[in-house]
């Protein structure tokens, strides 16, 4: 079977007899066995799958199906599936079967979608690489020794090696968009308030979002749309009703692009990347758009206010792991003080521990205000700079990544340089705005790489169509 890069060559296939959804589902679970020594999946969902194509392909028989009969979707195991393990990839969840669907898990298969698995990813959300994990690292599709991003790394690789259609990640700083970028997907983070988070398992609550990772902008806007909107369990979404995300119309309008100079100065970014970001910009305005060089003179504050801002989340919401209602207890506990104490420190890995203290110091008295208020204070501060650049262009234009996907280990060693990883993604979370990294480039060693797209809050419509632009163009 050839490897499918749309739901609409696959719709077209299945309308025409071509193949059948227990043929697709069949086809991705192959593949899954075949590079199973990958550790992008953490538990396969083939017999429900299955189960599933097969009332799919009855419901095409009698034309009923949903808008997404035949998506084949993979999710990263942060998101609840009724009667399966959910883990956040830690031991502290050990054992730990959801009771309930999350709601883009109800809204998915409300509409024909096909859940084939869980996937793996950084513990609890947190890492850049996927090294994090308690269940062993995620291979990259093209080179085993290198990483595949993080925190959504298993999500991202399991579209890039041809394991399913799509696949949901979630990107608190850039856990969506950094993996696309190093596995040469399309990867989507909404604007906060778009998606709701019921059923997530949080890491920091204002900045997590929920998105598509695909191979065509058209398949992330048809799974945007379906997974958004408002909804009861979740108080911070918006409550406008979601918008048909899958008609963008680009009918070549001329655009106003702002491109951030501090970004393409900054020391680190590849030089082939640098290359490319250029000669994006040139053929751009060789095209008639209009493109404006934009200092953003707060690019060195962006990282540090992430950091500040998420572990003190991170800090408050992972308290709930405590060793005593559910998940991973330790054997070496004698009283309640040890239980906490073990199940805690031998639950949780060195990242996550890292934060969790981080979190707790910068919330802690004497220190709230020198921290937490002012990091509270940079964000509003980096939001209006943000948006008044936004409010006299349509987009900024910037890398996704520094490099292209690194070796297993390299940045390991120094945390400092593993969060700086996220120096292109976190502007986007912090100030809610939405963002997309499009596989637009292929390195000199063979990697790709992508360039990245922020627009205004809730012009994702106009986003995927400028999105789709480039890609044409690609």
Same mark, same amino acid.
């Given at each position: 079977m050839i490897k499918y890069h749309s739901l609409a060559a696959i719709n077209a296939d299945l309308q025409s007899g071509k193949i059948t959804v227990t043929a697709l589902v069949n086809h991705y679970l192959k593949n899954i066995a075949d590079k199973k020594d990958y550790n992008i999946f953490l538990e396969v969902f083939a017999d429900d799958a299955l189960a599933q194509a097969k009332l799919i392909d009855e419901k095409i !028989?009698? !034309?009923?199906? %949903? +808008?997404?009969? $035949? #998506?084949?979707? #993979?999710? +990263?195991?942060n998101i609840s599936v009724k009667g399966k393990k959910l883990s956040a990839s830690s031991k502290i969840l050990e054992g730990y079967?959801? *009771?309930y669907n999350a709601t883009v898990v109800e809204r998915l298969l409300a509409h024909d979608a096909i859940i084939i698995g869980r996937t793996n990813c950084d513990e609890f959300a947190m890492g850049s690489s996927n090294e994090n994990s308690a269940f062993g690292n995620v291979h990259h599709p093209l080179d085993e020794s290198r990483v595949p991003g993080g925190s959504s790394g298993g999500s991202a690789a399991a579209v890039a090696a041809d394991m399913c259609l799509a696949a949901l990640g979630t990107d608190? %700083? $850039?856990?969506?968009?950094? =993996?696309?970028?190093?596995?040469?997907?399309?990867? *989507?983070?909404?604007?906060?308030?778009?998606? @709701?988070?019921y059923g997530i398992i949080a890491y920091a609550s204002s900045f997590d979002q929920v998105g598509p990772l695909?191979?065509?902008?058209?398949?992330?806007?048809? /799974?945007?749309?379906? /997974? #958004? %909107?408002?909804? &009861?369990?979740?108080?911070? *979404? @918006?409550?406008? =009703?979601?918008? +048909?995300?899958s008609e963008y119309t680009n009918k070549n309008p001329k655009y106003k692009i702002a491109y951030l100079r501090d970004c393409l100065e900054?020391? $680190?970014?590849?030089? &082939?990347? !640098?290359? +490319?970001?250029?000669?994006?910009i040139e053929q751009l305005k060789a095209d008639g758009h209009e493109l404006t060089a934009v200092d953003f003179p707060f690019l060195d504050y962006l990282v540090p206010a992430y950091y500040v801002l998420t572990t003190a989340e991170a800090s408050s919401n992972l308290s709930r792991y405590d060793g005593i209602r559910y998940g991973y207890r330790s054997k070496n506990a004698t009283d309640l003080e040890s239980t906490y104490k073990k199940s805690r420190s031998e639950g949780f890995g060195t990242e996550v521990k890292r934060r969790i203290m981080l979190g707790t110091f910068v919330l802690s008295a004497g220190y709230y205000d020198a921290y937490y208020a002012k990091g509270q204070k940079v964000r509003r501060l980096l939001q209006n700079k943000t948006l008044e650049i936004l409010n006299q262009h349509q987009f900024i234009l910037l890398p996704t990544t520094p490099g292209t996907a690194f070796k297993f280990g390299e940045n390991s060693a120094d945390p400092i340089k593993m969060y700086l990883e996220d120096i292109f993604t976190v502007q986007s979370n912090l100030t809610g705005i939405p963002a997309i990294s499009l596989p637009l480039g292929t390195h000199s060693n063979g990697l790709p790489y992508g360039i990245q797209v922020m627009a205004n809050k809730f012009d994702e419509k106009n986003l995927f169509a400028f999105a789709d632009y480039l890609m044409q163009k690609k």
């Open positions: !028989k009698n !034309k009923t199906a %949903g +808008k997404l009969a $035949g #998506a084949v979707i #993979a999710l +990263k195991d079967t959801s *009771l608190t %700083g $850039g856990s969506i968009r950094q =993996p696309a970028s190093f596995c040469g997907v399309v990867g *989507l983070k909404p604007t906060y308030g778009t998606v @709701s988070r695909t191979h065509s902008v058209a398949d992330a806007a048809l /799974i945007l749309e379906t /997974i #958004a %909107g408002p909804d &009861e369990y979740d108080s911070t *979404l @918006s409550q406008k =009703p979601a918008q +048909k995300f900054k020391d $680190g970014l590849d030089a &082939e990347i !640098k290359n +490319k970001m250029l000669a994006t």
